[in-house]
């Protein structure tokens, strides 16, 4: 790993990321139930979760997550950062910035093991995207949970997925839906957008 990374230099002091979310190893007395673990290939980083159903899950089909997974997509779940509990590693990894093509920890950011290479995480400023192949469940349950909702970057992909899922061009809900969506997704995006098409205009007339 670079010298940089492990001493934290470019996050606001020597070592200050250790002491923040998702990197803040939790103590023993504070209220953290995990119900999830997970490791990267090699072993050296394992972590647990307390959140039973991520807050989303999705499969995006950017030419940056195909490249930095070397797949046709990457499926992440987003979780909080305060629901991710390192339990060894964390001071094992190595951070990438995609946009800015360097290895300083600056947010956003990708996370991987600086052993194996496995990746952690994408970081965000105040959530982070984890990758359900990390993860051991126990039950077909528990996976079910983690199942992927929707596409992003959908018109970027290398290869076709009809499950029937929302498909986004771009940002879900913030760009277009195309190719299989379902039909009652495409009319509550309309429906969605021609309200706030007319509220935008009341507020014109009103000023």
């Not at 939790?26 to 991520?54: I, M, T, W």
């Not at 940056?64 to 987003?78: K, L, S, V």
């Not at 018109?155 to 299989?180: C, F, Y």
């Amino acid at each position: 790993m670079d010298p940089q990374q492990a001493d934290g230099e470019s996050v606001s002091g020597i070592n200050e990321w250790k002491k923040r979310a998702p990197y803040k190893i939790h103590d023993k007395g504070e209220d953290f139930k995990a119900l999830y673990d997970a490791n990267c290939h090699c072993g050296k980083v394992k972590y647990e979760l307390s959140r039973q159903e991520p807050l989303d899950s999705k499969l995006c089909h950017c030419s940056t997550c195909q490249r930095q997974h070397a797949a046709p997509f990457q499926w992440a779940a987003i979780f909080h950062k305060e629901d991710i509990n390192f339990l060894q590693g964390h001071h094992d990894l190595e951070w990438y910035d995609p946009t800015a093509k360097s290895i300083e920890h600056k947010l956003p950011c990708k996370v991987r093991c600086s052993f194996c290479h496995s990746p952690i995480m994408d970081e965000g400023r105040n959530m982070i995207l984890l990758f359900p192949s990390l993860v051991n469940f126990k039950s077909k349950e528990d996976r079910e949970l983690f199942k992927p909702r929707c596409h992003m970057f959908y018109g970027q992909r290398v290869m076709d997925i009809p499950d029937g899922l929302p498909k986004w061009t771009g940002i879900n809900n913030e760009s277009d839906l195309i190719e299989d969506s379902p039909p009652e997704k495409v009319k509550e995006l309309e429906r969605r957008r021609e309200e706030e098409r007319e509220e935008r205009f009341k507020k014109g007339e009103n000023k």
